[in-house]
């Protein structure tokens, strides 16, 4: 993935999309970018973003485009590319809401003030390690087709999760062990659970679930995971 650091290297990408040129524009003035209030299946002029462009602005742009403090605020965009955050801090908030990710998200060991990801789909997420202050949100639909590891991860607000989907059949649909959340697990209403669950070693809080959204316990040992590993 192309790493840009200026604004001019922005400008020298293949033609801009329209979405793109709003989001640049609008990031700038602090106004959510609303392309559209469901997640696209097809990429277009209107909602197609690039990661590095995405990426660019998550991490404060530069000082010939920088970001509100508020940070990014998106919604409704095809994001094609890899948007990969490792080892870096986000600028304010980061939301990206019913977006679509042609890949999975890489965030390991990146810092974000807030993480929302509210109806978004993307082929799994992987956060281990990261450090976020307030709150992480994979809830509304959100739906991961992969592994969505938090494993080791700080989370002083909540992490919420209700209504979500987790699918990866015969691997881990959640990997949570180690992570440490200061306010509360929101684990009920799930949508879909397809794989292994793992709080082990976890710290949160409170714990606010029903028996429904855990999947149920299989052979090999996958499935419901053992609560009393769960500190509270």
């Known amino acids: 993935m192309t790493r840009l650091r200026s604004y001019a290297e922005v400008k020298a990408l293949t033609e801009l999309t329209s979405a793109e040129k709003r989001l640049l524009r609008e990031c700038q003035a602090g106004v959510p970018t609303d392309l559209g209030r469901v997640a696209p299946t ?4 209107a909602n197609r973003v690039r990661a590095e462009i ?31 955050l ?7 908030a980061t939301y990206l809401l019913l977006c679509h990710f042609d890949t999975r998200i890489e965030a390991a060991e990146t810092h974000f003030a807030a993480l929302i990801l509210s109806g978004s789909r993307m082929p799994g997420l992987f956060a281990q390690g990261a450090r976020v202050t307030g709150n992480v949100f994979l809830n509304g639909g959100f739906h991961a ?9 700080e989370i002083v607000g909540q992490l919420d ?3 979500g989907r987790f699918e990866n059949g015969g691997g881990q649909a959640l990997n949570a062990q180690g992570v ?3 306010g509360g697990l929101l684990w ?22 029903d028996l429904a959204s855990w999947p149920v316990r299989d052979a090999d040992g996958g499935g419901t995971p053992d609560t009393r590993r769960v500190r509270l």
């Not at 490792?86 to 304010?92: I, P, R």
């Not at 009920?188 to 679930?209: C, F, K, P, Q």
């Open 86 to 92: 490792s080892f870096a801090t986000a600028k304010g």
């Open 42 to 45: 097809v990429a277009t002029d």
């Open 188 to 209: 009920r209403n799930l949508r879909e659970v397809e794989g292994r669950v793992s709080l082990s070693s976890a710290r949160v809080g409170d714990l606010v679930d």
């Open 145 to 153: 087709t992969g592994e969505v590891s938090l494993s080791g991860a």
């Open 161 to 163: 999760c209700e209504g």
């Open 54 to 84: 995405l990426r660019y602005l998550i991490l404060a742009g530069c000082k010939d485009c920088r970001p509100d403090e508020t940070g990014v605020r998106l919604r409704g965009a095809y994001v094609t590319g890899t948007l990969d």
């Open 180 to 182: 440490r959340v200061t």
